[in-house]
């Protein structure tokens, strides 16, 4: 057994001293920390004007992304206010990231209060968020494990790693012969296992060679699914969005879902759930699948699991399909840290104790109602409206006097951010924060703007 060895009193004594000191450092620290977090400083910003802002990113960063001409400084709820004070409704919530608006107080309170405290231990140790964070999240939404990541395609291909695996150790597949099916039409990310598998001629192209494994069937076409699994024997799992975001707010008929998951237990496939984009209150419901009471074999969560504060994602699974992993064949080095735990958690409880999927049905039923109402008095303009929730897509139509692109910045001028998937679809999706007077004064702010075209 070990023991302490003996010490003399003055090695004991210098012990005291060094103890005494190091108390007094971490209470001066923290007090300078607190007079710190109490100052409103800067932002890095300051001093450039909007135009400067926009040329440096334009100079020195990556050019893939085309943002509208637009700078933002702040945000808080359902707004955002750029670098001139111009405050805007957020119609996008960082592609639902923001599904609990702006620096929600209580999600930046867990932040702060465990950023104070430690942010970051590497799961060779075990840490006091972690374990609490893990059974909160799987209880809240019916699975037995999690594994927590940071990104949302993390989290895609944590899930197709442990499909995979699934396959080859429990299905009986042979090694290295797996297959998991995709939609057309999806988007999960953009690592080259993600568009492998997409059907984006832009997200692929001279970016090969493809990750092999990754077969396309039509999205919503049951029939196509069926032949397929009925053609291949060593299909690992079906991949899908409930809903597609970035093809454009696709909503799938109605039963598909519950048609998906019949399929794959009967050809025994794992049914893999991404509800990144469509999760968390988004579609009106905890999730998109609670609208046909389907529960997927591999859940994968991310974007708003942190209410838009910093990356957190989660894959869920049984113990069947999650116990295939063993110690060194799957990690990250963020994922599961105390501070997302902490955030996560914060972030879970602000969607169900603020009611926000209920919010977002309410609101999002008033606005395709609002929307359908001026497509009817302007199809010139509008094609059609789909959705759930605040998950809206506004189909413009081709012969449209108003292109996606221009319609966006009219919108931005009269105080509305919204953005174009694929040209020819407005998307918008505003924090499920918004209240009935909010909901109200965008959709006046979406008929002027059409109405004026």
Not at 54 to 73: F, K, Q, R, T, W
Not at 102 to 115: E, V
Not at 174 to 196: C, H, M, Q, Y
Request: proline share 5%; glycine share 10%.
């Amino acid at each position: 057994m070990w023991r302490r060895a003996p010490s003399s009193p003055a090695l004991r004594a210098a012990s005291s001293r060094r103890w005494a000191s190091s108390v007094a450092s971490s209470h001066a620290s923290s007090r300078a920390l607190e007079q710190f977090m109490g100052k409103r400083l800067p932002t890095v910003g300051a001093g450039f004007s909007k135009e400067e802002l926009i040329a440096l990113e334009h100079d020195y960063g990556a050019h893939n992304y085309h943002p509208l001409p637009v700078v933002l400084s702040k945000g808080s709820g359902a707004y955002v206010f750029d670098t001139d004070g111009k405050r805007y409704f957020d119609c996008l919530s960082a592609y639902s990231a923001v599904n609990q608006g702006h620096c929600h107080p209580k999600i930046i309170g867990a932040l702060t209060r465990q950023a104070q405290q430690m942010t970051l231990a590497s799961r060779a140790f075990h840490t006091e968020q972690l374990g609490p964070f893990s059974r909160f999240v799987c209880e809240y939404f019916g699975y037995d494990r999690v594994l927590p990541m940071n990104t949302g395609v993390e989290a895609g291909e944590t899930a197709i790693k442990l499909a995979r695996r699934w396959a080859y150790t429990v299905k009986g597949v042979p090694d290295g012969e797996a297959k998991v099916i995709f939609a057309k039409g999806n988007f999960w990310g953009r690592t080259l296992n993600a568009i492998s598998s997409s059907s984006d001629p832009v997200a692929r192209k001279h970016f090969g060679p493809f990750c092999p494994g990754s077969e396309l069937v039509g999205y919503g076409d049951s029939a196509a699914l069926r032949e397929m699994l009925r053609r291949e024997p060593n299909v690992a799992a079906v991949m899908l969005e409930p809903i597609q975001g970035e093809a454009g707010i696709v909503v799938p008929p109605e039963g598909y879902l519950r048609e998906v998951r019949e399929l794959c237990t009967e050809h025994n496939v794992l049914f893999i759930a991404d509800e990144v984009q469509t999760g968390l209150g988004r579609t009106g419901k905890r999730l998109a699948l609670d609208h046909e009471n389907v529960q997927a074999d591999i859940l994968l969560l991310g974007k708003a699991l942190s209410g838009g504060v910093m990356p957190v994602s989660a894959v869920l699974a049984s113990h069947e399909v999650m116990d295939v992993l063993t110690p060194g064949s799957h990690g990250s080095t963020f994922g599961g840290n105390p501070l997302g735990c902490a955030v996560a958690t914060a972030a879970l409880e602000v969607l169900r104790d603020e009611g926000l999927a209920e919010n977002a049905h309410r609101q999002g039923v008033f606005l395709r109602e609002g929307l359908k109402r001026l497509q009817q008095e302007r199809p010139d303009v509008l094609a059609d409206v789909r959705g759930k929730g605040l998950l809206i897509g506004m189909v413009i139509n081709e012969a449209s006097p108003i292109d996606a692109w221009s319609l966006c910045l009219k919108l931005m001028e009269a105080g509305l951010l919204a953005k174009p998937t694929h040209d020819t679809i407005v998307r918008l999706a505003p924090p499920l924060v918004i209240t009935s007077e909010q909901a109200a004064q965008q959709l006046d702010i979406l008929s002027a703007v059409i109405e004026s075209v």
